[in-house]
């Protein structure tokens, strides 16, 4: 599988900060880049999603940064609360094809109250 | 969205011994898939499972050791077998939203625990 490197492992924010998630992939037939999110005991559900074709997308308080030519996309999340606790992958996939996704490694984030 | 329901939800087993997860969706899909998410790690795709076709395997992954049945649109089994303790880990069905938006659904996923 093409790699999807993801960073910090783990991340601690207080209440209202700004966490920051980066991942950067190889393979430039990617062009289907979207966010988990899982709590412990649960599945991993999707958060918001990118297209290469925008740069930025923004749902709420959860921002994808995308730079298509650095191969790097980012997941920002404004205003942080303890209930955002969680662990967020970042994923990426190709629609041609209809081919699974492919995980970075994930994300442990706290939010501190 | 899709419903994906999974059975078992968490099981402890001995070693040597083979158990069968269950995944049932809520709507007709082309594609199941299956993943195995290593306790505090990322997900890695085992196999795509495709309904009267052979499911194919990434690689790392067997089919003597993870059997998969694909009986019809809705329905797929996953097998571990010959569990060893390495193979403790959260099993996870997933499948494309039905509307074509690239979204991939995930099940509550199965909790092996191998002793």
């Known amino acids: 599988q093409q790699q999807v490197k993801q960073s910090p492992q783990s991340l601690i924010v207080q209440k209202g900060g700004i966490s920051i998630i980066n991942c950067a992939y190889e393979n430039t037939a990617f062009d289907y880049f979207p966010w988990y999110q899982q709590f412990p005991g649960k599945g991993p559900a999707l958060l918001i999603a990118i297209r290469p074709d925008v740069s930025e997308k923004k749902e709420g308080r959860f921002t994808i940064s995308f730079n298509k030519s650095a191969k790097q996309f980012s997941l920002h999340i404004m205003d942080s609360q303890p209930g955002d606790s969680a662990t967020y992958f970042c994923a990426a996939g190709s629609g041609t094809g209809r081919r699974a996704l492919t995980f970075g490694s994930g994300t442990r984030l706290q939010v501190q109250p | 969205s899709a419903v994906i329901s999974q059975k078992p939800s968490r099981d402890i087993c001995q070693r040597g011994t083979s158990l069968t997860i269950q995944c049932q969706v809520d709507s007709q899909v082309t594609m199941m898939f299956w993943y195995r998410q290593q306790p505090g790690q990322s997900l890695t795709l085992i196999a795509t499972?495709?309904?009267?076709?052979?499911?194919?395997?990434e690689s790392g992954f067997v089919i003597d050791k993870f059997p998969i049945s694909r009986p019809n649109l809705t329905f797929s089994t996953l097998t571990v077998s010959n569990m060893s303790p390495e193979d403790s880990s959260i099993y996870l069905c997933s499948v494309f939203s039905h509307t074509n938006t690239g979204e991939l659904f995930f099940g509550e996923g199965s909790r092996l625990t191998v002793l």
């Open positions: 499972a495709n309904q009267g076709s052979e499911a194919t395997y």
